[in-house]
């Protein structure tokens, strides 16, 4: 376990704020720059990154991209990928975090979201709640789909912190 996160609790039991405590400490210790790709958090993400102070250190920029256009303008997400599967996709996804690095030059890693935070928008392929997530670390991208239960600000809050998390876990991977 790296030495920024606290020995007493586990990684799942960090808040966000410790979870960002990690992933300044993993991503200083390897040189790397974070950028970020968000649709259905709004910039909530990057928030939490830059609440850190001294964050300009290892977090490049964001990306708010909540509309289709401006996934397509911003990240280059093929317009036609959008309209095949939905902004909610694993392919949308994992295009916003792939077009975020570069779209970003300095940076080697990125996370997307783009999910039906609610309390509308939902289907039932894609209920509310369902998010994609979109990490590139040093050229591999994964990406994982997730339902959680809540309202809006349950689900972008729950987003947040599961995105954090897996990130720090794949650098402790690394």
Not at 101 to 108: K, T
């Amino acid at each position: 376990m790296d030495s920024s996160l606290s020995p007493t609790i586990a990684l799942a039991d960090q808040d966000t704020a410790g979870l960002v405590v990690a992933l300044a400490g993993l991503l200083q210790k390897k040189g790397w720059m974070l950028a970020t790709a968000e649709s259905c958090t709004g910039g909530l993400i990057g928030a939490a990154c830059t609440d850190l102070a001294g964050s300009s250190a290892w977090y490049e920029r964001g990306f708010i991209t909540y509309s289709n256009e401006a996934k397509t303008a911003l990240l280059g997400v093929d317009a036609g990928v959008i309209a095949a599967n939905g902004a909610v996709s694993e392919p949308v996804a994992r295009a916003m975090a792939t077009g975020a690095i570069a779209h970003s030059p300095p940076s080697r890693v990125a996370l997307a979201v783009t999910g039906v935070a609610g309390p509308t928008g939902g289907t039932p392929d894609k209920p509310v709640g369902t998010v994609w997530f979109g990490w590139s670390v040093d050229g591999d991208v994964r990406t994982e789909r997730r339902r959680f239960d809540g309202d809006r600000a349950t689900v972008r809050a729950a987003t947040v912190h599961h995105a954090l998390q897996t990130l720090v876990e794949l650098l402790l991977a690394r």
